[in-house]
C-alpha cells in the first residue's frame, strides 16, 4: 500500500496546500481533488466535522490519516490550531480560462490589477466564492495561488475561476474599475456580465486598466479619507452588484 505521506515526499506541480480543517472543508464541497489528509486526532477532527460540516464527513472519514504531531509539523510552515492539511489538486488552467471567457455570464469577474498583499488577494477569493462570483483575475506578479493566498482563501480558489493574466488577455465584457475619482456607484446599476477591477494597495488602478476601463465609479466615503482597503472595497462592490 502507498504510504499517504508519499504525496508530500514527492508533491505534484500543480499540489495546493490546505491548511487546516475548514480549507479542507470548503476544497471538498467544491469538488477539489484531495489525494491525501492528515490529522493529528483523526476522531476530534471527525466530530467537529459532525458538527459543522455533516456534508464531508463520509470522505473525510475515507481520506484523513492520524499522524504524529511531530510529523504533521514537518509538513506544513506554521501548525494550525485544527492540526489538520492536505493536498490538493490545482485546477487546470484551461477550464478556469475557459469558465471566465464563458458568456453569457451570470455573475461578475473581479480583476484585481497589480494587487501586493497576499492576504487581501486571498480575502478577495474568500468574497467571491460568497457571493458566486464567476472569478478572480490578478494582473502583475502576484501569484494567486500563492500558499499565503490559498491560506487567506480558505479553500474557496475551488469554489471560482482564479487565474493571473494581462490587461489585454481579460475576458470580454463591460469594465467597471473603482476608483474615488469616478462617479458614484449608488447610481450604477451593475450588470451580470460586468468585469469589476481595483487598483493595487498603493498606487491603485495602472494606466493600462484606465484605458480598457468602460466607466469609472467611486465608493462613498468621506472627503477627508483617502481610500478604501482593497478587500473592502471589493466587498461593498458586489454587495451593490448582488442588490435587488
Ligand atoms: C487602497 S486603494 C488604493 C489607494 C491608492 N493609494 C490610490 O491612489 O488609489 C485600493 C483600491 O481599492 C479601490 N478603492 C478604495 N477606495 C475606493 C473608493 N472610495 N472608491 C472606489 N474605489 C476605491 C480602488 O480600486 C483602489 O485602487
Known sequence: MTDPLDHWARPAGSAVLLD???????????????PVAVTTDRTATL???????????????ALLTEVASQTYASLVPRPHPTGVAALAVRPSREANLRELARVPR????????EPRNLGNAGAVIRLAAGFGATGVITTGTLDPWHPTVVRGGA???????????????????????????GEDIRGAKLPDDAILAFGSERMGLSAELRARADNLLRLPMHPQVSSYNLATSVAMTLFHWSAP
Open 20 to 34: 487546516g480543517f475548514h480549507a479542507l472543508k470548503h476544497a471538498l464541497r467544491f469538488g477539489a481533488e484531495v
Open 47 to 61: 466530530a467537529l466535522a459532525a458538527e459543522l460540516a455533516p456534508d464531508v464527513r463520509e470522505a473525510l472519514a
Open 106 to 113: 451570470t455573475a461578475p469577474v473581479v480583476v484585481l490589477d
Open 155 to 181: 479553500g474557496l480558489h475551488f469554489a471560482t475561476a482564479v487565474e493571473r493574466l494581462t490587461v489585454p488577455e481579460l475576458p470580454e465584457g463591460p469594465l467597471y474599475a473603482l476608483d474615488p475619482e
